[in-house]
């Protein structure tokens, strides 16, 4: 994998509850050339055990980025996987750790990557999937599906250093990155909320489809701002301000 590549990827763990597991996270990226760690809350980076499993990647351990939020730790993000081994009515389509990485080698470019694994006992919510725009989950046997946390990254981690070795240059386009899809999807909400659109009951139902509309569109910024040009002239015809967000 090439140094420019290595430099857009990073792994996000969401409140890691294991420093050992922490650690070896961190090996096993080093491993496959990848040094961008992020952490949503979870255990310490500091702890003797994250120290000992890392062992010649403590300078990942040491470099990693804490986050209060997933949406945060995503925001300058513009493509986004979330890893899960579950299927269900708001997971959307799933892909393969292989199938996953042809998409990131078809849409890389400018664009840089995030891959998304969740706690070691329950994994993601499906709020925190909704955060991201593809789902991706490894194959295993229905007797005992689930991975150890760290295997799973360096199953990930090694797909991509195979897929990523051949990477291609930047005439891909850049996409919106999370922060301004996020800003997007609350407008859109406030929008469709004042025109009577969403069910004030469960306004959740309908916008979870409407993300994996626009994640299956790879929307870039100015097609966002258009989005949200068209959600400001309904606010305007409607009389109805949303708050916050403004384009």
């Not at 980076?45 to 995503?74: G, I, M, P, Q």
């Not at 969403?198 to 994640?215: C, D, G, K, T, Y």
Request: charged share 25%; hydrophobic share 40%.
């Amino acid at each position: 994998m090439t140094m420019n590549c290595k430099d857009k990827i990073a792994i996000v763990l969401v409140e890691p509850q294991s420093p050992g597991n922490v650690g070896m996270v961190c090996r096993a990226m080093k491993n496959m050339g990848l040094a961008e760690l992020r952490l949503v809350k979870g255990c310490r980076t500091d702890h003797s055990e994250a120290r000992k499993f890392a062992v010649s990647a403590r300078d990942v351990l040491d470099n990693a980025r804490v986050y209060d939020s997933l949406e945060l730790a995503l925001a300058d993000f513009e493509i986004t996987v979330a890893t899960t081994r579950r299927h269900g009515k708001y997971r959307g389509e799933i892909f393969s750790p292989r199938e996953i990485v042809q998409k990131i080698q078809d849409g890389i470019g400018s664009n840089r990557v995030a891959l998304v694994f969740g706690r070691e006992d329950n994994g993601l919510t499906t709020d925190e999937l909704s955060l991201c725009r593809w789902h991706a989950t490894i194959p295993a046997s229905d007797e005992y599906a689930s991975l150890n946390l760290s295997q799973a990254v360096l199953i990930f981690c090694y797909e991509l250093f195979l897929g990523l070795a051949g990477e291609k240059s930047d005439q891909c386009r850049t996409v919106a990155p999370v922060w301004e899809m996020e800003a997007l999807y609350r407008h859109m909400e406030t929008s469709l909320r004042g025109i009577g659109f969403l069910n004030e009951q469960n306004p959740v139902h309908l916008m979870r489809s409407l993300r994996r509309i626009f994640a299956r569109s790879d929307l870039d910024s100015r097609e966002v701002a258009i989005l949200r040009g068209i959600m400001s002239q309904i606010d305007w015809a409607t009389g109805n301000t949303p708050k916050g967000d403004e384009p």
